[in-house]
């Protein structure tokens, strides 16, 4: 049964870091690409970032990028999100999802999903 | 504002019909797949649609969607109180080179 569930929210303060992790169990991490979604809140969805199964390719929203990066551990078969200049915007709960292949484009959705963590950025 | 557009909400009786609109541009919906997203309320998502029109695995088939041009529509019939939910289109834009969602629908079943 696959199964992603995320960990390393909380509150930081505006400027500050933090890394968020998702263990991921019932399949091959190395085989389908992941990614991170975002949820402020009472808001929408919103794509952070996607890592290719090869591990080759990375891609970023605008609203992240040179702030979070996006990384795998294959031997402890966790996705990361390391946080970085944390902004009050980013406040929100951080989703690890699964695609159905190893792109990350295509024409495969995000066909699992974990609970969340929730990231709170406020002094 | 969201890349691709949805009306903020939509309702209908009980086993009726609804249609829910996801319009975007030549960079995503015209040249790549859509895909559609349930989210119960306190819940994370959940795929419904794949590749345009293609059902996700365990989703009922009251569930369905379509594409053309630059704007794709997600259909439930049967509408029952367990509908009642967000729904989210997305889809891939090659210009951002990000993956982009609607702003979403919540849906009330009266």
């Known amino acids: 049964e696959v199964q992603l569930l995320e960990s390393g929210g909380g509150l930081v303060q505006p400027g500050g870091s933090l890394r968020l992790s998702c263990a991921a169990s019932g399949f091959t991490l190395s085989s389908y690409a992941m990614n991170w979604v975002r949820q402020a809140p009472g808001k929408g969805l919103e794509w952070v970032s996607g890592?290719?199964?090869?591990?080759?390719?990375?891609y970023y929203a605008v609203s992240v990028k040179g702030r979070f990066t996006i990384s795998r551990d294959e031997s402890k078969k966790t996705l990361y999100l390391q946080m970085t200049t944390l902004r009050a915007e980013d406040t929100a709960v951080y989703y690890c999802?699964?695609?159905?292949?190893?792109?990350?484009?295509?024409?495969?959705?995000?066909?699992?999903w974990g609970q969340g963590t929730l990231v709170t950025v406020s002094s | 504002q969201s890349v691709l557009t949805q009306p903020p909400s939509v309702s209908e009786a009980p086993r009726q019909r609804v249609s829910i609109s996801c319009s975007g541009s030549?960079?995503?919906?015209?040249?790549?797949?859509v895909n559609w997203y349930q989210q119960l309320p306190g819940k994370a998502p959940r795929l419904l649609i794949y590749d345009d029109d293609l059902l996700s695995s365990e989703v009922s088939d009251r569930f369905s969607g379509s594409k053309s041009g630059t704007s794709a529509s997600l259909a439930i019939s049967g509408l029952q109180s367990e509908d009642e939910a967000d729904y989210y289109c997305a889809s891939w834009d090659d210009s951002l080179n990000a993956w982009v969602f609607g702003g979403g629908t919540k849906l009330t079943v009266l």
């Open positions: 999802a699964k695609k159905g292949d190893d792109y990350i484009y295509g024409r495969l959705g995000f066909d699992y």
């Open positions: 030549s960079s995503n919906i015209a040249k790549n797949a």
């Open positions: 890592m290719s199964g090869s591990g080759g390719s990375t």
